[in-house]
């Protein structure tokens, strides 16, 4: 049998051990991750739902469910939910992704199930949920503002004005302004919020000292304008070369040089990347080597003790070490987000070589073939984190029909004229 259609029946095997009846569990083991996580579910459904519609798009509403039911009075969608007890987590509990995720996530089970009386019984904690994001932009300088380790990096020191999750960001806004459209309700500037998120990430994030003198005068002011003065850009003008792709987060006076993968290739799909920028990012991901021996690392180039960005938190349970975990290691998750980047920028060739890869390495196993593991070690390729995992999986089967149908569900569907 083909490698890639044996990985794909695989992976429906990992994902229907996964299902429960409140929604898809990060894992299929005890063992692992027994939770509905608000990001993991969401990403898993990207391809479950999709590729097998009848299998799992009931477990996929069950996650939106109970993740909506916990649901705090300020709006927060909570970390995760434990299927056996139907607690939330109190263990790193807060993360701005979850908010983000909850809100693409009923946009895309509204665009594959067409049920409009679902999306109008929920769009009152959609709306909740979009307040307590609105209240992360602490300055009002119009991008959110993230706690240092407040995504699904909960052991890097990402902080303040992180790419990725205001790429999501981005993206939810645009999701939110056409579920409101649906449902007749006021979007609340929903899509002029998103274009101004993506006219800030490129003037903030995205370094090009190439340009003359006049145009840095330009960006300098707008950035002063959108009351984004105190930031890199305009106080340390000359520390920074151009780069090939997204800075993974600016702070005051601070700004994180390496390339974040999963966020700069969310930037592709979602739009906020153009196609000269896209092209960039590609082929510096393929130069590095971002996809070897698997596809693909968390961020390239890794952290070593003693460099300003070292942690000594990135020791606990032995993880964030260099080429480990956040830390480079290789999340076959982001694989599948890098393979679809591929097909919306038509590097169809690529993009099949890259799946390719991405099958081998959910084969790989520490006790048995086809493991679907968490994570893989950046430089051995050996796996490592637990088996089973729900969004290797599933974001196997959406790069998979990305590949085969060259559509991106979804993110095609994001920004309508």
Known sequence: MDLLIEA???????????????????????????????????????????????????????????????????GLIPLNVDVASRTVSTENAGAVDANLWFILGHYYYWLLSHDDAYLRDNFARLQRALVWLRYQDMNECGLLEVPEAGDWMDLLSVRYNVLYDNVLYFASLHAFAQMAAACGAEAGGARAGADGVQERLNLLLWVNRCWEPELWA??????????????????NVGTISSRPFYLPWVAFREFGDYCDVLGNTLAILTGVADSGRRELILRHLYQVGAGRPYPSKAIHPVIYPGQTEWREYYRSRNLNLPHQYHNGGIWPFIGGFHVAALVRQ??????????????????????????????????????MGYPLQAWSA??????????????????????QP
């Not at 095997?13 to 692992?32: D, H, M, N, W």
């Not at 300098?220 to 003065?229: F, S």
């Not at 890259?354 to 520490?366: C, E, M, S, V």
Request: glycine letters at 6%; proline letters at 6%.
């Open 346 to 383: 038509g590097w169809m060739d690529d993009a099949e070589h890259l799946l390719r890869d991405l099958a081998a390495a959910n084969q790989r196993g520490a006790y048995e073939p086809w493991e679907f593991n968490e994570w893989l070690h950046g430089e051995t390729g050996n796996p």
């Open 8 to 74: 794909r029946e695989r992976a429906v095997e990992v994902l229907q051990r996964c299902s429960s009846p409140i929604g898809f569990k990060a894992s299929g083991l005890t063992r692992g991750y027994p939770h509905v996580w608000a990001r993991d579910s969401i990403i898993t459904a990207l391809g479950a739902a999709w590729a097998e519609p009848t299998l799992f798009l009931p477990p996929f509403r069950a996650s939106l469910d109970t993740l909506g039911a916990f649901q705090s009075p300020l």
């Open 394 to 415: 599933g974001m196997y089967l959406y790069a998979y029909e990305a590949l085969q149908q060259r559509r991106l569900p979804l993110f095609d569907d994001l920004i």
């Open 218 to 235: 330009e960006q300098l002011a707008r950035l002063k304008a959108m009351r984004l003065e105190w930031y890199m850009l305009y106080h």
